[in-house]
C-alpha cells in the first residue's frame, strides 16, 4: 500500500525546483510537531510542500507526501497511512488539500497523539476552522498563511531582480533610496503594471499567454465557490449564483462601501445571510474587508469597504464578466493587500488607510493632489506611476516590497 504513495510521490516533485521559494519558507519553524499551511486556492501551497521535502530529506521513505483528496487516501482512511508510515520509520507525513477529508480534524488530533516523535505538516483552504469541537486542534496546530505573490517575488521568480523584503518603516523613513536602488535595475513601472494584471498567481510561470493566465484564475475560482466554499461551509450549491452576484457588486464598484440594507433588498436575501456570505467570500481569499478605524477598540461586523482580496481578481471579473473597472479601486486594493499582511489597516472618513494607528496614507495616481492628507504633519501621499517620490510622496511599487 505505502509504496504506491512513494511512487506517486516521485513522479509529483519532478517538475519542482528549488530555484524560487516563498517568502514563507523561512518563517515556518518546522521543529513544530503539527503544522498547517492555509491559504487561498492557487497561492502555491502544494509547491511549498514539496520543495520542504526536497530541501530537508532524500527519500519518501523518511518524508511521505500525499495528498487527501486521492482516490487511495480516502479509502485506506488518512490515519491507517499514517500509522503505517510512521511504524515503518518514517519521520515527518505532509498532507495536502486536507480540507477534502472527511473528518480531517479529528484525525490529525488522533495521529497527532498517538505518534509523539514525528511530524505532520497540512496544507488547506484559508477557510479552514482548526478550532471544531471535539477535534479542537489550535492547541496542537501552528497555523501559517500563505499569501499570494507581493511583487518583490514576482520580480524574483519572473528573473527580473532578487530582493530582500522591506520593512514598513523603511520606505517610510527612507523611500527614495529605496526606490533609487531598485529603479536602475529593473523598469519597475513596466513590470508593476504587469504583476498587478496577473501577478499575484503562480500560474503565469506556466504559460506567458495571458489568457491562459485568466482562464486557470477564473478555474480557481469556479472552483472555490463550487467545491470549496460548500464543502467547508455546508452551503447549497443553488446559493452559489448569490455568492457570484456579491462578487460582481463588489467588482463593480469604486470601491464597494457596504449598504446591507440596500444590499439586501437588491440581491433579494436577508441581512444574516449577506453577513455570512461576505464572511466566507473573504475566507476563501475572494474579498478583502476595510473596517473604520473603531474597529481597533470595539467589535464592528459591519466593514467600511468591501475589495476584491487582490488586483488580479479585479482585472478576472473586467475581462469574464466585461465589468469596468476604476484604477483606483485596483491601485487601493494593492495597498491595501501587501501592507494588510503584517500591519493593522483601517479605512478613514479622511484619507484612505491608516496603519498601525499611526501612519495616514492616501493613494492616488502621479497627478493626486495632497487634498485629504497633511504632508507637513506626516502624513503621506502614494501615488502610482512614479519611480521615485520625494518627502511625504511614495511610489505605489513600494509597498510591493514588504513580504
Same mark, same amino acid.
Given at each position: 500500500?505505502?509504496?504506491?504513495f512513494f511512487?506517486?510521490q516521485?513522479? +509529483?516533485?519532478?517538475s519542482? !525546483? *528549488?530555484s524560487?521559494?516563498?517568502? *514563507?519558507?523561512?518563517? =515556518?519553524?518546522?521543529?513544530?510537531?503539527?503544522?498547517?499551511?492555509?491559504?487561498a486556492?492557487?497561492?502555491?501551497?502544494?509547491?511549498?510542500?514539496?520543495?520542504h521535502?526536497?530541501?530537508?530529506?532524500?527519500?519518501p521513505?523518511?518524508c511521505?507526501?500525499?495528498?487527501?483528496?486521492?482516490?487511495?487516501?480516502?479509502?485506506?482512511?488518512?490515519?491507517?497511512? @499514517?500509522?503505517?508510515?510512521?511504524?515503518y520509520?518514517?519521520?515527518t507525513l505532509?498532507?495536502d488539500?486536507?480540507?477534502?477529508?472527511p473528518?480531517?480534524a479529528?484525525?490529525l488530533k488522533n495521529?497527532?497523539d498517538?505518534?509523539p516523535?514525528n511530524?505532520?505538516v497540512?496544507?488547506?483552504?484559508?477557510?479552514?476552522d482548526?478550532v471544531?469541537g471535539? @477535534?479542537? *486542534?489550535?492547541r496542537?496546530?501552528?497555523?501559517?498563511?500563505?499569501?499570494?505573490l !507581493?511583487?518583490?517575488e514576482?520580480l524574483g521568480i519572473?528573473?527580473q +531582480?532578487?530582493?530582500?523584503?522591506?520593512?514598513?518603516?523603511?520606505?517610510?523613513?527612507?523611500?527614495?533610496?529605496?526606490a533609487?536602488d531598485?529603479a536602475?535595475?529593473?523598469?519597475?513601472?513596466?513590470?508593476?503594471q504587469?504583476?498587478l494584471?496577473?501577478?499575484?498567481y503562480?500560474?503565469?510561470?506556466?504559460?506567458?499567454k495571458?489568457?491562459?493566465?485568466y482562464?486557470?484564475?477564473?478555474n480557481? +475560482?469556479?472552483?472555490?465557490l463550487?467545491?470549496?466554499i460548500?464543502?467547508?461551509?455546508?452551503?447549497k450549491? !443553488?446559493s452559489?449564483?448569490?455568492?457570484?452576484?456579491l462578487?460582481?457588486v463588489? @467588482?463593480?464598484?469604486?470601491?464597494?462601501?457596504?449598504?446591507?440594507d440596500?444590499?439586501?433588498?437588491?440581491l433579494?436575501?436577508?441581512?444574516?445571510t449577506?453577513?455570512?456570505?461576505?464572511?466566507?467570500?473573504e475566507?476563501?481569499?475572494?474579498?478583502?474587508l *476595510?473596517?473604520?478605524?473603531?474597529?481597533?477598540?470595539? =467589535?464592528?461586523?459591519?466593514?467600511l469597504k468591501?475589495?476584491?482580496?487582490?488586483?488580479?481578481?479585479?482585472?478576472l471579473?473586467?475581462?469574464? @464578466?466585461?465589468?469596468?473597472?476604476?484604477?483606483?479601486?485596483?491601485?487601493?486594493?494593492?495597498f491595501l493587500?501587501?501592507v494588510?499582511?503584517?500591519?493593522?489597516?483601517?479605512?478613514s472618513?479622511?484619507a484612505?488607510?491608516?496603519?498601525?494607528?499611526?501612519?495616514?496614507?492616501?493613494?492616488?495616481?502621479?497627478?493626486?493632489k495632497?487634498?485629504?492628507v497633511?504632508?507637513?504633519?506626516?502624513e503621506?501621499?502614494?501615488k502610482?506611476?512614479?519611480?521615485?517620490?520625494?518627502h511625504?510622496?511614495?511610489p505605489?511599487?513600494?509597498?510591493?516590497?514588504?513580504?
Amino acid at each position: 500500500m505505502i509504496e504506491r504513495f512513494f511512487n506517486i510521490q516521485k513522479e +509529483v516533485e519532478k517538475s519542482i !525546483s *528549488l530555484s524560487f521559494q516563498r517568502y *514563507l519558507m523561512t518563517e =515556518i519553524d518546522f521543529s513544530e510537531r503539527l503544522i498547517g499551511i492555509v491559504g487561498a486556492r492557487g497561492t502555491g501551497k502544494t509547491t511549498l510542500l514539496l520543495q520542504h521535502y526536497k530541501k530537508n530529506f532524500s527519500s519518501p521513505k523518511e518524508c511521505l507526501y500525499i495528498s487527501a483528496d486521492n482516490i487511495y487516501v480516502i479509502s485506506e482512511g488518512l490515519f491507517s497511512i @499514517a500509522e503505517y508510515f510512521f511504524r515503518y520509520g518514517g519521520k515527518t507525513l505532509l498532507v495536502d488539500e486536507i480540507h477534502k477529508y472527511p473528518n480531517w480534524a479529528q484525525e490529525l488530533k488522533n495521529i497527532y497523539d498517538s505518534f509523539p516523535s514525528n511530524h505532520i505538516v497540512f496544507s488547506g483552504s484559508s477557510m479552514l476552522d482548526i478550532v471544531k469541537g471535539k @477535534a479542537d *486542534l489550535s492547541r496542537r496546530a501552528v497555523i501559517y498563511n500563505l499569501k499570494g505573490l !507581493s511583487f518583490r517575488e514576482y520580480l524574483g521568480i519572473s528573473g527580473q +531582480v532578487s530582493l530582500t523584503s522591506l520593512e514598513l518603516h523603511d520606505i517610510v523613513e527612507d523611500h527614495v533610496t529605496a526606490a533609487n536602488d531598485l529603479a536602475g535595475e529593473v523598469e519597475v513601472l513596466k513590470y508593476f503594471q504587469e504583476y498587478l494584471k496577473k501577478g499575484y498567481y503562480p500560474y503565469f510561470i506556466e504559460s506567458s499567454k495571458e489568457a491562459n493566465y485568466y482562464n486557470k484564475l477564473n478555474n480557481a +475560482v469556479e472552483k472555490i465557490l463550487y467545491e470549496d466554499i460548500p464543502s467547508v461551509f455546508n452551503i447549497k450549491v !443553488s446559493s452559489i449564483p448569490l455568492l457570484k452576484r456579491l462578487i460582481y457588486v463588489v @467588482a463593480s464598484s469604486f470601491p464597494f462601501q457596504l449598504n446591507i440594507d440596500g444590499l439586501s433588498s437588491d440581491l433579494k436575501t436577508s441581512r444574516e445571510t449577506l453577513y455570512l456570505f461576505i464572511e466566507y467570500l473573504e475566507k476563501a481569499g475572494i474579498f478583502n474587508l *476595510l473596517y473604520s478605524g473603531t474597529a481597533g477598540k470595539k =467589535i464592528v461586523r459591519k466593514p467600511l469597504k468591501i475589495y476584491l482580496e487582490n488586483s488580479n481578481l479585479i482585472y478576472l471579473t473586467h475581462r469574464t @464578466a466585461g465589468f469596468e473597472y476604476e484604477i483606483g479601486t485596483v491601485r487601493e486594493a494593492f495597498f491595501l493587500n501587501q501592507v494588510k499582511h503584517k500591519h493593522r489597516i483601517f479605512g478613514s472618513s479622511r484619507a484612505d488607510f491608516i496603519v498601525d494607528e499611526k501612519y495616514v496614507f492616501e493613494v492616488g495616481g502621479r497627478s493626486k493632489k495632497a487634498k485629504q492628507v497633511d504632508l507637513s504633519a506626516g502624513e503621506f501621499l502614494v501615488k502610482d506611476g512614479i519611480e521615485i517620490g520625494s518627502h511625504h510622496i511614495i511610489p505605489l511599487w513600494l509597498f510591493g516590497l514588504l513580504y
